[in-house]
Each structure stands twice: as C-alpha cells, then as structure tokens.
C-alpha cells in the first residue's frame, strides 16, 4: 500500500509540563492506525528510550492508558495494548451509540444550515479523508475517521461527552484491530459525507439514523472469532522512517 499522506513520524522528546499527554497521545495514535496491535508489549525502557524521558515518567503514561483501558498491567509482566474480548467490542459499540447519539442530538439543536465555521471544518475534514481513501492511505484514513467523530463531539459543545467518545474511540479502534475482516472497510468517508449533508440540510432524524446506521456497519465487519498477535519493535512504531 502506498502512503502519501502520513507525515515522516517522529520520536516525540516532549520534557516538562505537556510532555506525558504527548505521549499519550503518540501512543493512542499508534494505536488507532494499528502499528501497535492488541497485546503488544510495552516495555518502559524502550518507551523511555523513544520518547527520551524518563521510566518513571512512562509509568505514568501507562497508568492513565490503563485507566483509560486502553493499555492492561499485568503483575511481574509488564504493560500491554489492550486486548480485548468479543464481549468488551460489543459493550464498546453499544456505548458509542448512546454518546454518538447525544452528540447528534445536540447537533441537530443547531440552527440550520450548520454555522459557517462548522460546516466549513467538517467539509475540510471530509476532503483529507476522501484524499486518504483515494491514495490507498488506509492508516491515515482509519485516523482520521476516528478524528471525524470526535470533531462531531467537540463541535456538540458538550466536554464530558467529548471526553467519553475520546476513550471510546480508542476502544473501539483496539476492537476493530483485534476482530476487523481483512476485506472490510471500517469507516467509510463516504458515509461521512451522507451524514455530514443530512445535518446541514436535514429533515431532522435523518443524521441521526445515517450516524445509528453507520456504527452498525462498523460493527458487523467484526469477526468475532479472530485474534491479532505478534511482535511488535517499538522503536520502529514511534521514530521516523527513512
């Protein structure tokens, strides 16, 4: 697969105030684009070593992710990317359509058609994606599908919400990379795009029933009996490519 959207990534060396949630981030983003597959170890060292920061620091990180259930800790073994079970995918997606739909709720309230700005981001948005999908981009384009949705949230005014979608997108990204067919296309852009003209034009509902619609598709191109396993070298995830 050719990739020419994705920027050269590099070795996040955030020290200070903000360095720890860079690093959440970085690694929440490895995630969502699957160079960190479930049950990858995560050996504080080599994060410590990628990130040049400290173990101790990294302990951090990894308990929040764990908070987060994004990342399990295991006694005498370490930290690992979440692995989920069939049932924790369900339970995921069940619970992203109850946010998401609070989200589109608060966003149908919206005056229509969407304000300028609003509308203007999303459309930006939308062309990244379907410029992702058009290059063969599949990592980019699994990013900024999840990105998609949480601009929705933010958009929504609501930060609790935001916030919940936040950790269940990571959730959700680990279950699509656990159970996903290889044949399947987890979040299309053209659905995106249906979605995003019903809400700027309506009737009221429609959104709704695109976005209840849209997550069910994601989740029926689960197969529930797969399993992702496999060594991952951490160094090569997070510093830049040659």
Known sequence: MKTVLSAPRRAVRGRGEGAEARIVRSIGEAIADRRLPPGTKLAEESLAEVFGVSRERVRKVLLLLAQRRVVTLIPNRGAFVAKPTA????????????????????????????????????RAHLAREE?????????????????????????????????????????????????????????????????????????????MRLMMEHLDEVERQLDLDARSDGAVDLKSVFTERP
């Open 87 to 122: 049932r924790e995918a369900r339970e995921v997606f069940e619970a992203r359509r109850v946010i998401e739909r609070a989200v589109v709720e608060a966003l149908e309230r919206n005056p229509r058609p969407l304000p300028d700005e609003m509308s203007a981001k999303l």
């Open 131 to 207: 410029e992702a999908d058009r290059a063969g981009d599949r990592m980019a384009l699994i990013r900024l599908s999840g990105q998609f949705h949480q601009l929705l949230a933010d958009f929504a005014g609501n930060a609790t919400l935001a916030g919940i979608l936040a950790d269940l997108i990571d959730r959700s990204s680990l279950a699509i990379a656990a159970f996903e067919r290889r044949s399947s296309h987890s979040c299309s852009a053209t659905e995106h795009r249906r979605f995003v003209e019903a809400l700027e034009a309506g009737p009221p509902g429609v959104a």
